[in-house]
Structure formats: structure tokens, C-alpha cells
């Protein structure tokens, strides 16, 4: 087996997966990015443009792995969007591609790499989000996703240990777009802020990393406190 750890990251030409790519690649590690956006966000790491909702290219992608990097030390099964619209309005095909996207992925992605996983003892670590939890309105598809992603990730510990740990980040409000924020929006969190995509990149490094090899089956909610502050109108 190659020296260097290997990492294959999902939606990584933006947002949280992208920073945790660039964390990845800064601890040493070598780095492949699956995306179904055209191009790669253009760092060191290999870019496969893949869509994991689609059984035969995740296939191929974990193929690719084998011959290319010669190992899988973990995976992290970021991809995912959210479709908001009223439950009346929302398509059978549109929940299915959330559900195809946000959930099934993971299924297809373990399954495929299980054995390289195992082989290398590998970790797992599922993005979900707080919205497994609670919700806004207008917002099935997704929460539904989301909370489904939690219990895979717990099951997949169960019938994968002890080779490979599987873990779920929960995150809240990570701005991503670098959109103009508000003051009120940073100070309804209880840490003061909204998220970044290094706080939850420095999250998802640990859970790769051997530091954590007592944890599996566990969701890290990362949302600057905001599923622990009770809420009621005045
Ligand atoms: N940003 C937040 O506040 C937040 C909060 C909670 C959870 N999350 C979750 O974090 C993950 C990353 O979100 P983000 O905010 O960085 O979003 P983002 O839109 O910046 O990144 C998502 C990436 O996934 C890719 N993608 C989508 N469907 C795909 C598919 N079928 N195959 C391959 N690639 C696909 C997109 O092209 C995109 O590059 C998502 O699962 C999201 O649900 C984000």
C-alpha cells in the first residue's frame, strides 16, 4: 500500500467540502475531489467530475481510486442541495433527486469502497445537518435526507467496526457564498458568529484522523450553539 493517506471528498468544488479539501491537503494528505460541477476548484488535489447519486459512476470513481492512489483512508460524503417549496408544489422526481443526492450517495459510496476502507481501516464521515433535527417550513425533501444520513451513519458504524469508524457532522449556518451578513445574524448565535467553512474543515480533519479512534456512530452538531438556545416570541 502507498505511504500517503488518502482522502476522497464529495461536493468539494465549493463550500464545506472544499475547505475540508484544502485542510486534507495541508495535513499531508493526497486528496480526491468528486463533483458534478464541470471543474475542479483548481488545487492539488485529483478532480473526478462525478454525479453520486449514479450507481455506475460511483463505481467507476472508487475504480479510479484503486488504480490511481492505491488506497482509501477516508471518505467524506459532503454532495448535497436542498429544494425549497411548498410539499403541494414539490415533484415525486424533485424529493427523489434530494433523497438520490443528500442520502443514497453515502449507500453507493461505502458500498463501493468498503473493501478499501477496510483494507486501510479506514474513516468515514457523513455530512448532515441540524435540519435533521428541526426545520423550517417548506423544507421535506432535504430534513428528511438529512435525518436519514444521521441513522445510515450510525448503522454503517455498527456493521463496519472495528476496520472503519463512520461519524455524522451536523452543521448549522455555515456561510459558504460569503454573502453580506447582518449583525443580527451573527449575534443570535451563541458563540457570537456564523459559522465558517474552517471551523467545520478543522471538525471533519480530526474525525479523518487517528486522534479519534475511539468515536464512531456519533453526530457532531457544529452550530454555534443555535439547537441549544430555547426559543419563544415575546
Ligand atoms: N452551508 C451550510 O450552512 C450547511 C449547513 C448544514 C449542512 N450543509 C451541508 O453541507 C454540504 C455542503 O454544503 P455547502 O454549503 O458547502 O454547499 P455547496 O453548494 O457550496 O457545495 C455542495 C457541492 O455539492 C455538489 N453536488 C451537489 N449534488 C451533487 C451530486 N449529485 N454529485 C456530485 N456533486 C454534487 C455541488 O456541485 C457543490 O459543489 C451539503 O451536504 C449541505 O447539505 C451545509
Known amino acids: 500500500m502507498p505511504d500517503q493517506r488518502t482522502v476522497l471528498i464529495?461536493?468539494?468544488?465549493?463550500?464545506?467540502?472544499?475547505?475540508?479539501?484544502?485542510?486534507?491537503?495541508?495535513e499531508g494528505w493526497r486528496v480526491v475531489i468528486a463533483d458534478r460541477a464541470e471543474r475542479g476548484p483548481g488545487i492539488a488535489a485529483r478532480y473526478v467530475r462525478t454525479d453520486v447519486s449514479d450507481e455506475a459512476a460511483v463505481t467507476a470513481l472508487i475504480d479510479g481510486i484503486e488504480k490511481e492512489e492505491g488506497r482509501l483512508d477516508g471518505l467524506v460524503c459532503n454532495a448535497g442541495f436542498m429544494i425549497r417549496k411548498p410539499i403541494a408544489e414539490l415533484s415525486l422526481a424533485e424529493w427523489s433527486s434530494v433523497l438520490?443526492?443528500?442520502?443514497?450517495?453515502?449507500?453507493?459510496?461505502?458500498?463501493?469502497?468498503?473493501?478499501?476502507?477496510?483494507?486501510?481501516?479506514?474513516?468515514?464521515v457523513t455530512i448532515a445537518s441540524?435540519?435533521?433535527?428541526?426545520?423550517?417550513?417548506?423544507?421535506?425533501?432535504?430534513?428528511?435526507?438529512k435525518g436519514g444520513l444521521l441513522a445510515l451513519t450510525h448503522a454503517l458504524a455498527i456493521s463496519l467496526g472495528p476496520d472503519i469508524r463512520v461519524?455524522?457532522?451536523?452543521?448549522g449556518w455555515i456561510d459558504t457564498k460569503g454573502e453580506p451578513l447582518r449583525p443580527q445574524d451573527h449575534t443570535q448565535h451563541p458563540v457570537g458568529r456564523v459559522g465558517r467553512p474552517a471551523d467545520t474543515a478543522a471538525l471533519i480533519a480530526w474525525l479523518l484522523g487517528r486522534e479519534s479512534g475511539f468515536v464512531t456512530g456519533s453526530?457532531?452538531?457544529?452550530?454555534?450553539?443555535?439547537?441549544r438556545k430555547m426559543i419563544y416570541e415575546e
Open 10 to 26: 464529495t461536493g468539494a468544488a465549493s463550500g464545506i467540502g472544499l475547505a475540508a479539501a484544502e485542510r486534507m491537503l495541508g
Open 100 to 124: 438520490a443526492t443528500n442520502l443514497t450517495s453515502t449507500f453507493l459510496l461505502v458500498k463501493a469502497g468498503e473493501a478499501l476502507l477496510r483494507a486501510a481501516k479506514g474513516s468515514v
Open 130 to 145: 441540524t435540519r435533521a433535527h428541526q426545520s423550517e417550513p417548506d423544507t421535506e425533501s432535504y430534513a428528511a435526507s
Open 167 to 171: 461519524n455524522c457532522v451536523s452543521p
Open 219 to 227: 453526530e457532531f452538531v457544529i452550530d454555534g450553539g443555535m439547537t
